[in-house]
């Protein structure tokens, strides 16, 4: 059975600064003889003691504990996502904790100030609009910051992310080359940086071919509940609709569940995705996406924060990772 420090060094009738030393690597620092240091350990593992994680930090200073902040740990892209970060970290003995804002700044407030309480090495974060003062007080404590997927231009940190208005252009592209001359925009009420730029592209496409933009705002914070009668009634006013492009992928979901359910295939055209899904290739038709690149993105980010983290806070750097159209 597992015993205290205490109880560990009243065993073996040594102090119990002796044994915190050992357990925390500093034996030969504190010049604490090899016999001794090995009689420690081996008592140590035959009892299978396990050091409380915040007595371990206060003693190495280091927690080995990195902060994950993201929108939705339950969705499509975000999941994934902490899972290959996680994935990497462990490797690199560290352990990850992660949290969901759900698009609230104020939920984005307290998990950091949660995160900084909790001593992290480092933090990963997406951040909600108007985080500026928060992503500045993570910086002011001097713990690395990496930021992916969407930014606040105003505050200067790595910044990892695809680039969403190319992006955007190449799906409007794609939807033209298929044959749609009239296609609308399905997206939320974001000012987030990474919709604003879809969004953008889509509008700019309008403008080049002369097509009349059609846009559906959704309500984020209402999606669940408004949704799909908004979308509903919106679709059934837009005469001569002959295709969707859909900012997100739960939005195509959504799409889907209410447009293809219509009577007598009303909605029988083709639909578009900013984000695949693992449904858009066993659908029939299939769904076309823009895929991003979600092990890439993992990879950097870790990469970053790590290099942050071994060699000290550098000066900010842009980091840009190609997606992919899937034609479907």
Known sequence: MAKSIKEIAQELNVSKSTVSLVINHKAERARISKE????V????EK?????NALAKSLATGRSNTIGLIVENIGDSFFGPFALYVEELFRKKNYHVLYSSTLGDSQNARDIIDSMLEKKVEGIILAPTVDLEEYQRKILEHKVPLVVFDRNSPTVETHYIHIDNEVSGKNACDYLKSIGCINFGLVTIDSDQP????RKRAYLEFCDTYGMEPRILQLPYQHLKQKGSRMLKDWAAKQIGLDGLFFTTNYLCILGLKVLRS???????FPMFSFDDHELFDILNPKISCIQQPLEALAKTCVKVLLKEIEQGISTPKEYIISTKLMRR
Do not use: C, T
């Open 262 to 268: 219509a009577p007598e295939n009303s909605y029988n």
């Open 47 to 51: 009892v299978g003691y396990k050091p």
């Open 36 to 39: 001794l240091e090995s009689r």
């Open 41 to 44: 350990l081996a008592y140590v």
């Open 194 to 197: 990474q919709m604003l730029a």
